[in-house]
């Protein structure tokens, strides 16, 4: 004899826009991080590199970042700054690489549907190559200390603390 039961269709969270508000946040934020010599991308030898603004926008969009994996990749952010010599100076390119490594490392670390390196090389491919992508996550853990774990009320505290508008309870974790 063959049971069969009708199950009720799982309903998983769809995955909301990113506020352009957080955007912003996230801009600001990843340009704090660290004080740059030069902060006019133009004049660095990677001067083909687009601006912060245009990279975070391109890599959110094309990427399908969610919500809940862009503010743990800020919590990241907030503990390597923690991290960096006080003297540390970086390049002008030095927020793109946070950025990348802070988005991939949070994605790969708390999202099913994760990131990986060859995505974002193949997004952001003539600018840095795959070595150099693995490269930044590499240094950015070493300088976290692999310090990944971000549980719901980390999350909710830094909302919180950042008075960032969010209903944190209807976020995917």
């Not at 002008?92 to 999202?111: C, E, M, N, Q």
């Not at 193949?122 to 240094?139: A, F, P, S």
Request: contains cysteine; proline residues 5%; glycine residues 2%.
């Amino acid at each position: 004899m063959m049971l069969c039961l009708a199950l009720a269709p799982t309903k998983l969270p769809v995955r909301q826009p990113i506020p352009e508000s957080l955007i912003e946040f996230t801009i600001k934020r990843i340009r704090s991080t660290i004080t740059c010599e030069d902060t006019n991308v133009a004049n660095h030898p990677r001067s083909f590199s687009p601006s912060l603004s245009k990279l975070v926008r391109r890599v959110i969009r094309q990427c399908s970042v969610g919500i809940s994996t862009l503010l743990i990749a800020l919590i990241y952010v907030d503990r390597l700054q923690t991290h960096l010599p006080v003297q540390a100076v970086g390049t002008p390119t030095t927020g793109h690489r946070i950025f990348l490594a802070s988005i991939l490392i949070a994605s790969k670390f708390h999202d099913d549907s994760s990131l990986w390196c060859v995505d974002v090389a193949n997004l952001v491919g003539r600018y840095w190559d795959l070595v150099e992508i693995t490269e930044m996550e590499r240094v950015f853990l070493d300088y976290v200390k692999f310090d990944l774990w971000v549980d719901r009320k980390q999350l909710t505290n830094y909302v919180k603390n950042e008075n960032i508008e969010l209903d944190i309870n209807s976020l995917y974790l």
